[in-house]
C-alpha cells in the first residue's frame, strides 16, 4: 500500500466551505481522477483519507494537509495534477510527496497567520499588539462542543506583529495586517481567540470581521519563530530512496 501526503488551498469564496463539504469534493475528485484508493473495512467502507487539523470555515489557507493511501503504485506529481484538475478553482492541490515517515500530524505544532483588518488604522495595531505581548496571560472564553471554556492565547502565540496593508488591496480607507504564529496548544487557541484577546487588553475592535488566511502551519522552530515545511522528511526519504549507493 502506498501514501501520499497532499498540501492544497482554500481560496476566495472557497474559503466558506466546510470541511464537511470539501471531504465530499474531494471524494468526487478521487473518482474522476480515477484513483487506486485503499478501502477500510466493515460493513461502509470509505476511502482511506486522513485530514489533519483543517482550517476554521470562512478562513482561507495554503497550508491544508491530507494523507490517501492506494492499492497501487501512483507518481506523486502526476497523482497532484489529476486531483487538482477535478477540483474547483480555489480548492488546489498544491505539492504532495509519498509518506515515508509516521507521526505526520504530530509535527503540525503551529500555524501562520496574517490577518488583514478594515477600518483599522495601522499605528492602532501596532500599539494593541504591544500592550498584548507584554501581558503575561490573556484569557478569553469561547464556547465549544464541550462547554464554554477559558484559555490563555498569549501563551500560544509565538510572535504577533501588526503592518500596514500593501497598495494592492482592495477597497478604501485604513487598513492594518497582523501576521502571527500560533502553537497548536489544547484547546486550539483560533485567530479570532486572539482578536478577542486584543480587544480585551488594548480594546482593538475591528468594524468589519477580519480576513484571516492560514499561510503555513508545520513544525515550529522555537530559536527563529517560523513554521517550516511539514514534508520535509518525506522528501528527504524520497530523494535518500533515489540516490545509488556510493554516490555523493
Known amino acids: 500500500m502506498q501514501r501520499i501526503r497532499l498540501r492544497y488551498t482554500k481560496r476566495g469564496r472557497l474559503r466558506f466551505t466546510s470541511h464537511r463539504d470539501f471531504q465530499r469534493a474531494f471524494e468526487r475528485a478521487l473518482r474522476r481522477a480515477e484513483v ?24 482561507g489557507s495554503e497550508a491544508e494537509y491530507l494523507e490517501i493511501a492506494l492499492t497501487e503504485r501512483r507518481d506523486p506529481e502526476a497523482l497532484r495534477r489529476l486531483l487538482d484538475e477535478s477540483l474547483p478553482d480555489g480548492l488546489d492541490v498544491v505539492d504532495a510527496v509519498e509518506a515515508h515517515t509516521s507521526g505526520f500530524a504530530d509535527r503540525l505544532t503551529a500555524s501562520r497567520w496574517e490577518l488583514r483588518l478594515d477600518g483599522v488604522e495601522p499605528e492602532e495595531a501596532r500599539k494593541a499588539v504591544e500592550v498584548f505581548l507584554a501581558a503575561d496571560s490573556v484569557e478569553v472564553s469561547r464556547q465549544t462542543k464541550k462547554g464554554m471554556r477559558t484559555f490563555d492565547t498569549r501563551a500560544a502565540v509565538a510572535s504577533l506583529e501588526a503592518a500596514p496593508a500593501g497598495s494592492d488591496r482592495p477597497g478604501e480607507g485604513p487598513c492594518a495586517i497582523l501576521r502571527l504564529v500560533v502553537r497548536h496548544l489544547t ?19 475591528p468594524p468589519v470581521p477580519a480576513a484571516v488566511t492560514r499561510l503555513a502551519q508545520g513544525p515550529l522552530d522555537e530559536e527563529t519563530g517560523t513554521v517550516t515545511d511539514p514534508l520535509a522528511l518525506d522528501r528527504d526519504a524520497t530523494l535518500a530512496a533515489t540516490v545509488p549507493d556510493g554516490t555523493a
Not at 187 to 205: E, H, I, K, Y
Request: neutral net charge; charged residues 15%; glycine residues 6%.
Open 187 to 205: 484547546p486550539a487557541v483560533r485567530p479570532d481567540d486572539v482578536l478577542s484577546g486584543l480587544r480585551a487588553t488594548a480594546d482593538l475592535a
Open 36 to 59: 487506486p484508493m485503499a478501502y477500510s473495512a466493515g460493513f461502509t467502507p470509505h476511502p482511506k483519507v486522513s485530514y489533519a487539523n483543517a482550517a476554521p470555515t470562512g478562513t
